[in-house]
């Protein structure tokens, strides 16, 4: 079975501070990781994925997120964030082999100006 | 737009009212899926259509039935729905779903309110 641990309901930060979105993923084999994000009203976009390689994967928007195989985490990361990236952020897992893409609980960011 | 199109936006409906919420996708995708998404809950997969044909249908009471005409289309048909199945209703495509790495594309959804 897989699953998906988003930690924080809520993420507040400052426009220009970083901003982290935490991830943690449970697979029973070698993990394909995602991120996608909702604005309101609309449908979920993909921002990033891991599949294989380099630990630090870069997206969308200026967005990254490094896989931690021993600690089993796929944090999202954005050095400087603006109030346009206040939206609900998901993060997805999908077990090498199966068609199953299996969402955290979501993450509300919040950026104030 | 994003190339997937769900139809209503916004249903409200009875108890006892047969509906149907409507998706089609125009990117040339070979599957198409149907999620649900509750407040503060993970999405819940419902089912996954390949090529037309099912591949998973997630423990989904059979007051949801979907149907997949064509692999641009999917529908699911609402009957005789609870209070607790309001939600948003997302519909996504992707090409090979058998594919670890494929990304999923979404529509914006279709917001049912049950009464």
């Not at chain 1, 990781?33 to 009203?41: D, G, K, T």
């Not at chain 2, 996954?48 to 692999?71: A, T």
């Not at chain 2, 090979?96 to 009464?115: E, K």
Request: hydrophobic share 35%.
């Amino acid at each position: 079975a897989q699953s998906v641990a988003q930690p924080e309901d809520q993420v507040n930060v400052a426009e220009g501070n970083p901003l982290t979105v935490k991830c943690t993923y449970s697979v029973s084999g070698n993990p394909y990781l995602f991120w996608y994000v909702q604005y309101p009203n609309r449908g979920l976009q993909f921002l990033l994925k891991y599949i294989t390689g380099d630990n630090l994967v870069k997206g969308s928007y200026g967005f990254e997120a490094e896989f931690n195989k021993s600690q089993t985490s796929f944090h999202l990361k954005k050095p400087s964030a603006l109030v346009s990236d206040s939206a609900l952020y998901f993060c997805a897992v999908r077990d090498m082999g199966d068609y199953k893409l299996s969402f955290g609980a979501g993450t509300t960011v919040t950026v104030r100006a | 737009e994003t190339g997937v199109t769900q139809t209503p936006r916004h249903l409200v409906m009875g108890m006892t009212n047969k509906k149907s919420l409507k998706c089609e996708q125009h990117l040339g995708h070979n599957a198409m899926y149907w999620y649900k998404q509750s407040a503060k809950k993970p999405l819940e997969l419902m089912f996954v259509y390949s090529l037309e044909e099912r591949v998973e249908n997630n423990s989904v009471p059979s007051r949801f039935s979907p149907e997949c005409p064509n692999s641009s289309h999917l529908f699911l048909h609402l009957h005789t729905l609870q209070p607790e199945d309001s939600a948003l209703y997302l519909c996504a495509s992707s090409q090979d779903p058998l594919s670890g790495a494929n990304v999923l594309t979404f529509g914006a959804g279709s917001r049912l309110t049950v009464l």
